[in-house]
């Protein structure tokens, strides 16, 4: 699962340079990015396809009964009646220092790249109440995640960013690519030691 993402302001000055974005294009704003809020997210161009454009995204899409959605298992994503349309046309990338997971005894971990390079997190977007709303997809966690939680974001190689925002039939092949590792961390594990 992926209920809180974080991002700092050299992670916008690396995506840039990633995507040959034009300086600027991503806000600096650093913080918390939570369900509810709107955020940066990278989508296909809408009058020319085969360039990635940024856009406000809201983080959540309403059911028809108002529950939030917030996240979406990959492995299931085509068989969604909700969402089947959105993956195959409206795929989006959230770009990220790091997330955050709670385990069972709600001890609060950090996840990043070891390298601490941006992460991309995979989604999709849609219109709900009037706004782009997007979700993000999950899959089974590996082996860095596992003693955490046992889902996790589908992160998105950069080298990978257009086949996936362009590719209806290459995105589905790389949301099902084994996840990086990644470093895990917590202000409490050393206290654990001790206790």
């Known amino acids: 699962m992926c209920g809180r993402y974080f991002f700092v302001n050299k992670t916008a000055c690396e995506v840039e340079k990633d995507l040959k974005l034009s300086h600027g294009a991503i806000k600096t704003d650093s913080g918390d990015i939570t369900p509810g809020m709107t955020a940066q ?37 085509t068989e969604s009646t ?4 959105s993956i195959s046309n409206r795929r989006c990338i959230l770009p990220s220092t790091g997330f955050y997971e709670w385990d069972k005894n709600k001890t609060k971990f950090v996840f990043k ?12 977007y849609d219109l709900s109440e009037n706004r782009d709303s997007f979700v993000i997809l999950t899959t089974a966690a590996n082996a860095s995640m596992e003693p955490v939680h046992d889902r996790m974001p ?30 895990r961390n917590s202000d409490y594990e050393q206290l654990s030691l001790f206790g």
């Open 82 to 85: 909700m969402f089947s349309d």
């Open 41 to 77: 997210g990278l989508i296909c161009n809408r009058e020319d396809r085969r360039n990635i454009a940024v856009a406000d995204l809201f983080w959540g899409i309403r059911t028809k009964d108002k529950k939030l959605i917030i996240n979406a298992r990959a492995e299931a994503i």
């Open 113 to 124: 790249r070891e390298d601490e390079k941006p992460l991309y997190l995979a989604g999709f």
């Open 154 to 183: 589908v992160i998105i190689d950069k080298r990978n960013i257009e086949d996936y925002l362009q590719d209806s039939s290459a995105a589905m092949e790389i949301i099902n690519a084994p996840m990086p590792m990644l470093s």
